[in-house]
Each structure stands twice: as structure tokens, then as C-alpha cells.
């Protein structure tokens, strides 16, 4: 089985990241849109997420991983995200982070959750199915392969501009 990521060279510090995207139906498969930094001596990973399970294609889940503490809104969308290219975004700020479906506000996140993102980080794309986590993702069956995820478009702005850039 093979898996790809793509990841950009620089890191950012805050920002609206968004793309527009199709992504594949089957359970045990994840796509990702995320930022990430690494572990940095005593200090764990930080990550803002978009994921969206094969599984459901309906539901996004937004989630902040910061130094061992996470976040999780399972997020209804107003749309199916397998069946046709929609922009989904993230506005990242220092008091926030905010999640867009199609230039609609799905969700915000505030607090100490949030404060402690200060860390520069890239912008990551990914697609991958596990066997392993079965109960989060499903049984996946790689007999119902290949997946595809599209990326028509990935943008980004110091700040949410008030519509879809892509």
C-alpha cells in the first residue's frame, strides 16, 4: 500500500489556510489538511486539523493538538465533500481558530487551547488509511482501492479576507 503527503517548505506563524478539494469515499481512509511543527526538546507537536473520514464524508473534524493537549468538534457539513471540489479553511490567530466550509464560519475554538499555538508551522496535505484504528476510521479493505484525494486550489492570507480565495 502506498500513501502520499505533501507539505510546504515554509513554516507560518498564524494565517487563513484554505483548499479546495475532493475527497475519496472508504472506510479506513483519512484525509488531512493540517499544520504542524515538531516535537522541539520538552515541547510535543502542535497541529491545527481538518480530517475528514472516508467513512463519513459529511463530517469534518476539527482539531487542535498542542504540547499533549487536544481539542475535537466533529463538525456536520453542509455538503457531501466526496462528491464534488468545496474549499474548506482554517483562520489561525493568536485568540482563535476558526474553521470554514465554503467561506461559512462550521466552528471556533478559544482558550488555553489556542494561546499556546505559537509556534511556526507548515501546511500539510494528506491521505492515508490504517488498519490499526479501526474503531475511529472503519474497517478498512484495500481491495476497494485506489483512493484519490483532488486538490484543485491552496491558498493562504495573513487573515480570513471575509470569502473563499480559492
Not at 89 to 96: T, V
Request: charged share 25%.
Amino acid at each position: 500500500m502506498v500513501s502520499a503527503e505533501v507539505r510546504t517548505l515554509p513554516f507560518y506563524r498564524y494565517g487563513y489556510f484554505e483548499a479546495r478539494v475532493k475527497v475519496p469515499k472508504g472506510a479506513g481512509v483519512v484525509t488531512g489538511i493540517f499544520t504542524y511543527a515538531h516535537l522541539d526538546g520538552d515541547v510535543r507537536s502542535n497541529e491545527i486539523d481538518i480530517e475528514i473520514l472516508g467513512k463519513d464524508t459529511r463530517t469534518l473534524e476539527a482539531t487542535i493538538h498542542q504540547n499533549g493537549k487536544s481539542s475535537l468538534k466533529r463538525v456536520r457539513l453542509p455538503f457531501d465533500s466526496a462528491d464534488g471540489f468545496h474549499s474548506l479553511g482554517f483562520d489561525w490567530q493568536p485568540d482563535a481558530v476558526r474553521w470554514y466550509a465554503d467561506g461559512q464560519l462550521i466552528f471556533e475554538e478559544t482558550g488555553p487551547v489556542v494561546a499556546g499555538l505559537v509556534r511556526p508551522q507548515q501546511l500539510i496535505f494528506d491521505l492515508w488509511g490504517s488498519t490499526q484504528l479501526r474503531d475511529w476510521v472503519g474497517p478498512f479493505d484495500q481491495t476497494k482501492g485506489p483512493w484519490k484525494l483532488e486538490i484543485a486550489c491552496v491558498a493562504y492570507e495573513p487573515a480570513y479576507p471575509g470569502r473563499v480565495i480559492c
